[in-house]
């Protein structure tokens, strides 16, 4: 069983930053694959960033060249760097993790076995 705790949301002024952090229990987080998403009122469930094991990284193109996406395998933590924030942003962001194989298919929510309690990131304008 793996757990996930979210941390690092808040309120942030348009065009602000925040980094939230993930960190995860178990002994071989090194070899998940870790992804973000978060879900507005009234919406989906929606990709913002992955990261496999190999380091190779994914981004939903609302966020592609704002967000980052990294790790760190000492500290059994992924990060989502968020920069140039935006109202369309708010969301409950969520960290969850494969432990198995991450297709293609990185985007979709049930590629992910685990997941945290979310954190809330508010942008306001």
């Known amino acids: 069983q793996v757990q996930l705790v979210e941390s690092g949301g808040g309120l942030v002024q348009a065009g602000g930053s925040l980094r939230l952090s993930c960190a995860a229990s178990?002994?071989?987080?090194?070899?998940?694959?870790m992804g973000w998403f978060r879900q507005a009122p009234g919406k989906e469930r929606d990709f913002v960033a992955a990261?496999?094991?190999?380091?190779?990284?994914y981004y939903a193109h609302s966020v592609k060249g704002r967000f980052t996406i990294s790790r760190d395998n000492a500290k059994n933590t992924v990060y989502l760097q968020m920069n140039s924030l935006k109202p369309e942003d708010t969301a409950v962001y969520y960290c969850?993790?494969?432990?198995?194989?991450?297709?293609?298919?990185?985007?979709?929510?049930?590629?992910?076995?685990?997941w945290g309690q979310g954190t809330q990131v508010t942008v306001s304008s």
């Open positions: 969850a993790a494969n432990g198995a194989y991450l297709s293609s298919n990185y985007y979709l929510p049930n590629e992910y076995h685990y």
């Open positions: 178990g002994r071989t987080f090194s070899s998940y694959a």
């Open positions: 990261i496999r094991w190999s380091g190779n990284t």
